[in-house]
């Protein structure tokens, strides 16, 4: 599989061949750090790691993950460089492809992301935006295949702000890889319609089905419970609102034990509000694999560098 020189910008632009590859791959370079064995995959790059906006686990990976293979990676924070206030993002993009191999961008609008990769001429990976999140869909992938031992058939439900980035990043991944998706959320809050359309093809490829609900008997069977918080950065002012609207929509024990399966395991992308979107009693319970999941983001993160800029 050669993904030299792609970018990384939602899991639309990949074939589930290249998810599992991305996979795969992930779990080779997790299995060779646990031995201590890191690579040089990434030897002499340099890589740019742009942030409009704050994170722990998405900075901490992709500064660890090029670091393992060699590379330098440099922070870029929103108050450090010109994007957004002295230069235009098409300008920012095409100085940062001359100095650097391969950008990371976090930040405000999708578009911003959709620019820098047009006019970088290097590859660029979406570390979120508004509305997608795809490096954590790989994370959440493969916590998944490690804990269950496969993806196909298994039902996972989607508890909360349904038309978030994470909720869209999700149905796309969990669609395309032949997962079982739903959504449980308040029809105010479901995805757009372009986008179901477009996940209910990939689903019909790949054998699972999408479901849209508020009625959370449809978390029976269900496989995973995942959840994200009710406010997104940026979505600060509308915290009053989302509480009113989601409180239903809680994963609290009541809501795990409605699956009527024990084996049943509780996602987050992290941070969480607890007390919010997912109790503490759940979240510190054994069917928790959230930090699974965090250390998985630097696996996969690692995954993609190697892959579309690797030797
Ligand atoms: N899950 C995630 O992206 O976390 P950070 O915001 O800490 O990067
Ligand atoms: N939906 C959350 C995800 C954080 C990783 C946000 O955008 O804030």
């Known amino acids: 599989m050669n993904l030299k020189g792609r970018n990384f910008i939602t899991l639309k632009d990949y074939s589930p061949e290249e998810i599992g590859y991305l996979l795969e791959l992930a779990s080779d370079l997790k299995a060779k750090k646990k031995q201590g064995i890191t690579g040089n995959s990434l030897k002499g790059k340099n890589i740019a790691l742009i942030f409009e906006k704050p994170s722990t686990r998405t900075r901490c990976s992709f500064v660890v993950a090029a670091v393992d293979e060699g590379a330098h990676p440099e922070y870029l924070g929103k108050d450090d460089i010109q994007l957004g206030h002295k230069e235009s993002v098409e300008d920012t993009a095409r100085v940062l492809g001359r100095v650097f191999d391969g950008i990371e ?32 869909i790989l994370a ?21 702000d349904g038309r978030n980035n994470m909720a869209n990043s999700l149905m796309i991944g969990m669609s395309k890889m032949g997962v079982h998706f739903t959504i449980l959320a308040p029809e105010s809050l479901w995805p757009k319609n372009e ?36 406010c997104s950065m940026g979505e600060e002012d509308k915290a009053a609102q989302r509480i009113t609207l989601l409180k239903p929509y809680q994963v609290n024990k009541e809501l795990m034990e409605k699956t009527g399966k024990d084996t049943t395991i509780f996602m987050h992308c992290l941070p969480a509000v607890k007390g919010n979107e997912v109790t503490e009693e759940v979240f510190e319970s054994g069917a928790s694999v959230v930090f699974d999941e965090a250390e998985n983001r630097m696996h996969t993160i690692k995954a993609v560098m190697v892959a579309t800029l690797g030797e």
């Open 195 to 230: 986008l179901v359309e477009l996940c209910q093809g990939y689903a019909a490829e790949s054998g699972s089905t999408i479901t849209l609900t508020e009625d959370t008997d449809a978390v029976k069977d269900a496989d995973t419970i995942y959840t994200d918080v009710w």
């Open 105 to 136: 961008f976090r930040g405000f609008k999708h578009k911003t992301v959709e620019d820098l990769a047009k006019y970088a001429g290097v590859p660029v990976w979406n570390g979120l935006t508004d509305d997608y999140h795809p490096t954590q």
């Open 140 to 160: 959440d992938l493969l916590t998944m295949k490690e804990h269950f031992g496969y993806l196909k058939g298994l039902r996972f439900v989607y508890a909360g």
